[in-house]
Structure formats: C-alpha cells, structure tokens
C-alpha cells in the first residue's frame, strides 16, 4: 500500500472534509481539542470536500469548517508553509468566525464558541517543547477562563512529535502520528487500526482508492509545495547573508575605533565569520586591548 500526505490542502480535505469523513473527523476533533474524551457525537461538514478541482493553487487556506452537536463551530487549518504573519492570520480567521454568526439584528447572546485546530508543519512555540498546545483567555492573576472559553486555539506542531509506532499510547498521539506518517506506511499498522477511524482514514488516503486525475491534481499541489519551500528558503538564507554582512561591517568599524587599523590578513579572517562568530566576536570584543588579542581570538574561534 501507498499512502497520500494528509498535509496538503487537496489530501486533508479528502480525508477529513468529505460527507463520508464524518466519523473520522469526529475522532480525530475528539482526539486532538478534548483528549480523547467523546465529547463530540455528531458534526456537520460546512462546504465539504468534492471531486471539483481548482485552477489557482494557493499556500494559505481555511481547510474544514464543522459545526459540533452543541453548537460550536470548529475551523482547522493545516499550515505547511511557515509564511508572514501566519499567527497572526489564525486570530483574524477565529474572530472572524465567531463575529459572523450572527445576522443582523439578532442578540449577540446567541453567538456559539469557537475553536481554531491548526496543524503545522514547522515549529511556532520555541518556548516550549510540547507538541500539543491550547490557549484561551484567561485572567492574568487568578487565571480564571473569560467567558467560558468562546474562543479557543488548538495547536499542534508536527516536528515537535517523535514518539515511534510501538510507543503509541493515546488517540490523540495516534493522530497525530498518521499526520506526520502516513505516507511512510507501507500497510495499516495494528497500533493505528484499534482506533476505526484513522484505518479508515488511511483507507480513503490509500493511493489504490484514488483516481487517475485525483492523483494528478494531488501531485501538482505537492509540486507547488514543495517549490514554495525553497523560495522560503532561499529568502531565508538571502536574508541571513545580508544580516552578517551588516554585522560583520559594524564589529570591523567598532574594533577600528577601539584597537586602530586592523591588519589586511585579520579583516580577512573576520570576512570569512559565520554570523554566530560575529555575534561571539562582538561580545569578545569588549575585553580586547589590542589587535593581538583579537589575532588570538580569531585563532581560537575560527
């Protein structure tokens, strides 16, 4: 067996927004915004997914939208790409959700929570390792919920999950693992297939189930992917050059002004630092009384 990559928009909307995902995405909501409890028994799949293909390929999108049995609604979004502002976009697109219940005239007290489930494929917290994240508003004292958490955010970040196979234990883990796994599966793992949803989630994911043409157009979004990557890369890298050519200009000015002329062959030796060398340098500097000290820091440094 082959299995699609449920990270692109074309394959998550397959997998998770069709009339026939119903189970799965209740499973999978289940798993990932309450733990594994079955607080969800029943959903509807706003503008589900068809066989209709689009002719604009974009790298920003609102993947699947459902309304819960109490009357949530639930945006999920899979981010591949790491573009500007994309955290900021995933408030704007949670606001906007819950702002545009109602119409006009009705009572804002018929306004339902809303919960914003967002996959990525890069790391957005540093400041933690967890993979899982949920935030709500909260009082910055007493750290009581506002409101009974109308909104919340639900995050989970794909690079941050290492458990392997044999060391799965809950369902929100499983999930997670067919999210980032999936098509490195050669055939439904047992581990994978005591939750019914995720085999029939890797059912529908099976490339043997999926047409000729649903196979082309997965391929031209995987293309286009990965091509947008390496133009973030090579923005990237583009940036990160000309940041240490500014940096390496400034410390070469400021080690004139503190030690005099430098040497041609040691402004040669700084021209070759890497930008964390030059952050070094520029902390090193400040203890440095002539060029020799420098001469011996680049030595030891390079």
Do not use: C
Request: proline share 3%.
């Amino acid at each position: 067996m082959r299995f699609i990559s449920p990270k692109t928009d074309f394959a998550f909307k397959k997998i998770f927004g069709s009339s026939e995902s119903k189970e799965v995405l209740i499973s999978f909501l289940n798993a990932l915004i309450y733990q594994g409890e079955s607080r969800i028994n029943n959903l509807d799949i706003i503008d589900p997914y068809n066989a209709g293909y689009t002719t604009e390929l974009k790298d920003t999108y609102l993947d699947v939208k459902a309304i819960l049995n109490d009357g949530s609604t639930v945006i999920i979004e899979m981010q591949v790409l790491n573009v500007p502002v994309f955290d900021e976009r995933v408030i704007y697109n949670l606001a906007k959700t819950y702002g545009n219940q109602l119409k006009s005239g009705e009572r804002s007290s018929k306004r339902k929570p809303v919960i914003a489930l967002t996959i990525t494929d890069f790391t957005m917290f540093e400041e933690t390792d967890r993979y899982l994240t949920r935030f709500v508003f909260k009082e910055e004292q007493k750290n009581f919920i506002y409101r009974n958490e109308h909104l919340t955010m639900v995050f989970v970040e794909l690079p941050k999950f290492s458990r392997s196979l044999e060391h799965l234990e809950t369902a929100s883990e499983k999930w997670i693992y067919f999210m980032k796994e999936a098509p490195n599966l050669e055939a439904i793992p047992d581990t994978l297939s005591e939750i019914p949803e995720i085999a029939q989630a890797l059912t529908i994911a099976n490339q043997a189930n999926m047409s000729r043409k649903d196979l082309e157009e997965l391929h031209k979004r995987e293309v286009f992917m990965e091509d947008r990557k390496g133009e973030i890369r090579q923005a990237l890298e583009q940036g990160r050059e000309e940041g240490r050519l500014l940096m390496q200009g400034l410390i070469s000015r400021q080690l004139e002004g503190k030690l005099g002329a430098i040497p041609s062959e040691i402004l040669e030796g700084i021209q070759q630092l890497s930008l964390e060398q030059l952050e070094g340098l520029g902390v090193a500097m400040a203890d440095f009384t002539s060029s020799v000290d420098l001469s011996n820091w680049l030595r030891n440094n390079q």
